[in-house]
C-alpha cells in the first residue's frame, strides 16, 4: 500500500478478535511511533504498551468513548514531556504536544499497514497517571487501542466536502 492509500484505507477499528499480537508486530507499530517529526527534533514521546487484560478493562474504565476497549489486544498510551527541551516560543505554540498525536496518528497509520486495526481512545489523565505510574511531568496525549479487525468489519465515517474546509489565500474565501 502506498501511504495515501493507507490513508484512505485507515478507519477506527472498534472490535477485535481474539488474536495475539506478535513482539515482532509490535515492535514495528512502535518504530513507527519512534520515527515521528517533533520540534527541534525533541522526541519528547513516550510510549506505553499495556498487553495486560485486567489493565486493559481498567483503563476502558477511565475512557468516556471507550466501551471496546477490553477487546483490544494492546493499548499503547502515549505521553509528551511537558517541559520538552524546546526553545521558549516552539513551547509557547505546545509543538511539543502536537508532536505526541503524530506519534499517536504514525503508529495508528502502521497499524494499518502491518495488517492491525485500530482506534484512537481519549483517557482521563489523571485516572490513567495514577493507575500507570505516569510521573506528573508528563502529559497522556492519548492512546491507540489495537488488534486484529473482526472478519467484514467496516465502519466508513463520512467526510465533509473539500470546499467546505478549503480556503484559498485567506480564510473564507472558497474560490482560487
Ligand atoms: C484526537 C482524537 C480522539 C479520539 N477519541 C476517540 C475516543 O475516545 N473514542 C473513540 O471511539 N474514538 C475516538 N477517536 C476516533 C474518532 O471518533 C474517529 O477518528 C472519527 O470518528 C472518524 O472515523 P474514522 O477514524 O473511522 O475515519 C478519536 C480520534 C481522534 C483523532
Same mark, same amino acid.
Given at each position: 500500500?502506498? =501511504?495515501?492509500?493507507? #490513508?484512505?484505507?485507515?478507519?477506527?477499528?472498534?472490535?477485535?478478535? /481474539?488474536?495475539?499480537?506478535?513482539? /515482532?508486530?509490535?515492535?514495528?507499530?512502535?518504530?513507527?511511533?519512534?520515527? *515521528? &517529526?517533533?520540534?527541534?527534533?525533541?522526541?519528547?514521546?513516550?510510549? %506505553?504498551?499495556?498487553?495486560?487484560?485486567?489493565? %486493559?478493562?481498567? %483503563?476502558?474504565?477511565?475512557?468516556?468513548? !471507550?466501551?471496546?476497549?477490553?477487546?483490544?489486544?494492546?493499548?499503547? =498510551?502515549?505521553?509528551?514531556?511537558?517541559?520538552?527541551? #524546546?526553545?521558549?516560543?516552539?513551547?509557547?505554540?505546545?509543538?511539543?504536544?502536537?508532536?505526541?498525536?503524530?506519534?499517536?496518528?504514525?503508529?495508528?497509520?502502521? *497499524?494499518? /499497514?502491518?495488517?492491525?486495526?485500530?482506534?484512537?481512545?481519549?483517557?482521563?489523565?489523571?485516572?490513567? /497517571?495514577?493507575?500507570?505510574? #505516569?510521573?506528573?511531568?508528563?502529559?497522556? #496525549?492519548?492512546?491507540?487501542?489495537?488488534?486484529?479487525?473482526?472478519?467484514?468489519?467496516?465502519?466508513?465515517? &463520512?467526510?465533509?466536502?473539500?470546499?467546505? %474546509?478549503?480556503?484559498?489565500?485567506?480564510? !473564507?474565501?472558497?474560490?482560487?
Amino acid at each position: 500500500m502506498t =501511504v495515501l492509500e493507507t #490513508i484512505i484505507a485507515r478507519q477506527s477499528t472498534r472490535d477485535w478478535t /481474539e488474536e495475539k499480537v506478535s513482539d /515482532e508486530i509490535l515492535a514495528q507499530l512502535l518504530e513507527a511511533g519512534r520515527r *515521528s &517529526p517533533s520540534p527541534l527534533n525533541s522526541q519528547p514521546w513516550h510510549f %506505553i504498551v499495556v498487553r495486560n487484560k485486567d489493565a %486493559i478493562k481498567k %483503563i476502558m474504565g477511565y475512557a468516556h468513548h !471507550g466501551a471496546f476497549l477490553s477487546h483490544a489486544d494492546v493499548v499503547v =498510551v502515549v505521553t509528551v514531556e511537558k517541559k520538552a527541551k #524546546i526553545d521558549q516560543w516552539l513551547f509557547e505554540h505546545e509543538q511539543h504536544l502536537y508532536s505526541g498525536a503524530c506519534a499517536l496518528y504514525n503508529m495508528w497509520l502502521a *497499524s494499518c /499497514e502491518l495488517g492491525l486495526g485500530s482506534c484512537w481512545v481519549t483517557l482521563d489523565e489523571q485516572k490513567v /497517571e495514577e493507575f500507570l505510574s #505516569i510521573p506528573s511531568d508528563q502529559k497522556i #496525549i492519548g492512546s491507540l487501542a489495537t488488534g486484529y479487525s473482526k472478519e467484514g468489519y467496516h465502519r466508513e465515517a &463520512p467526510r465533509k466536502e473539500l470546499s467546505e %474546509i478549503v480556503s484559498y489565500e485567506r480564510y !473564507g474565501k472558497t474560490t482560487e
